[in-house]
């Protein structure tokens, strides 16, 4: 997890394998005292080169 300022923290999830479950992920969560709420999860397929 990356820290965006001091409230977010954001996750960046490259699946490859196995290829036809093959994604890009993306979350974002809140840093609370109490540990990390997830608030944001998104899921795309990669990109196919030309």
């Known amino acids: 997890m990356q820290?965006?300022?001091s409230y977010f923290l954001?996750?960046?999830v490259f699946q490859n394998e196995p290829r036809e479950l093959a994604a890009i992920k993306l979350y974002v969560f809140t840093?609370?005292?109490s540990?990390?709420?997830p608030i944001v999860q998104a899921s795309s397929p990669?990109?196919?080169a030309c």
């Open 46 to 48: 990669p990109l196919q």
């Open 31 to 33: 840093d609370r005292d």
């Open 10 to 12: 954001f996750r960046m």
């Open 3 to 5: 820290a965006i300022g």
């Open 35 to 37: 540990g990390p709420v």
